[in-house]
């Protein structure tokens, strides 16, 4: 199994380990202690069966080899340990206790260095027994072993997951990785490490400048004494990595032939992804990775310190997305009735004029036309991966929140005759909570200034449920009430216009409901959501 394969493995079961998947402990001290015993049984093993007669030659060599590993693993246990049970619990025992584990391991230990021992189960043996000799045969090579080798690890280093207490659970980063196939995964790969690149020398995450030396010099030997003396100043164990996930060919120490370094070759396939690393594009990739980045370290602060306030902000995915349907929306009313006209220009004038100049440019204003509108299409395509997935929810306790996080500007003035028990709907939970924070928002702002009353009320229709947010304000004019829905219109001096939009888009666009403004019987402004029931499931 490829390492981008192990990677979504290891992904996908902590996308379905309820509450979080558990993190790997290992118990080194007690490995140790097991790891002594072992070797004084291998040593009283051969005093056994050596008895009085001198050991011939070629047992003098067997355990020569053998003690050259036994010291080894004993410098380098922790090493063995880690990628041992990294590897059980990958290919093996995935819902292992850390007591099975730790057992399993010592099992590892014992086959590695000769002693007899078994797991109870001797097919489980062979299997424990592979992964020792593949772990042996790398602390004989000296190969070191880096921390992004383990998929765990690195997931958690490129923000893919988060840990709380003991747990890991998935983030969109993640999530959007495992929506990816091919080389559109790698190119999010890549995205991600270069959002969040510490520099040249970093072991978790390529840059800019590491990348733009990979382009330059595609093919390359580099000796132990250039990295030693800093002449190649860039981290080996993420060229190691690029060539882990098939973008170069890596090889190693070749100490048969005298050669003490090591050496790559960039594949053709990698040097567009390089250049968008090395150029830093905002690629429709790179902006969504810096947007879910960002709000993965607001979702930290949070934990740290919460704030209902900031709770009710939309989103950098979210605002990123919405912002690639706005734009995505005026470059196609844009390009396509132009592409229409072109497509009739070039009819009507064929026939009178000579046609091959005519259809060699219209040939080049097409293809432009194509590119744009494809490029459109790809980030809005890309954006879309970072919103929010929809789920069931109780609209009842979301509302709550809104009203949590507005209750400053509602300067009391709120009443609030919701259901005791609401019925689940299916959406994005938090941007539904961003559309009625700015419906809230909009009615408060209507009767700023004077003892103004905002109602909000949820009603059982059919096979859906209305949600209602009313105001004693001047109201909307009716020739407006269907505009102000329209991105960039505000009634409403200093406004953005962007408000009434984002609830049009998430009610209508993402929970398949309606929202329409109509007059209050308060005298103000009555803005109805209607959103359709998920019958038979509760959030």
Known sequence: MGYLERLRSYLERVARAPGGLSAVHVDLAAHRRHFAAAWERVVASRGARAGDTPPAPWEL?????????????????????????????ESLVPDASADELGKLVNVAISFG???????????????IGRIAEAACARLQRSQQRYGWESPARYAFEIRATRKHADRYTLTRSGATLLSLPGLDAVRWLLALEAAQSLGPVDEWRISPELAAQLLKEPQREVDVDELLDGSWPFSLATVR???AIKLL??????LERGFRGWSYTVFDRARPLLEDIAEQRATPFAVLADALLRDEVALALDSIRPDPARALRESA???????ARMVVHEIRNALVPAQIALSRLVRELGHAMDGEPLQRHRGRVDAGIHRALAFADEMLRVANLGVEPAAPFDVAAALRDAIAGLAAELNGGLRCAPLEVAPAVVGPRGRFILAITNLLRNAAQAVAGRDGIVEVS??????ALALRVD????????????????PGVALRAGGSGQGLALVRQVIEGEMSGSVACMESPLGGARFEIVIPLQRGRTP
């Open 317 to 323: 995915a979210a605002a990123t997305a919405l912002q």
């Open 61 to 89: 060599d067997m355990w020569r080899k053998e003690d050259q590993l036994l010291y080894t693993m004993r410098s380098d246990l922790p090493t063995f340990v880690e990628e041992v049970a990294d590897q059980l619990v």
């Open 113 to 127: 260095i000769g002693a007899e021992d078994t797991s109870g189960a001797p097919g489980l043996d062979q299997e």
């Open 458 to 463: 949820l009603e059982l229709k059919d096979d």
């Open 249 to 254: 060919q890596y090889q190693g120490q070749d």
């Open 241 to 243: 990595r690029l060539g």
């Open 471 to 486: 105001d004693d304000g001047p109201g909307v004019p009716p020739d407006q009430r269907r505009a102000i829905f329209e």
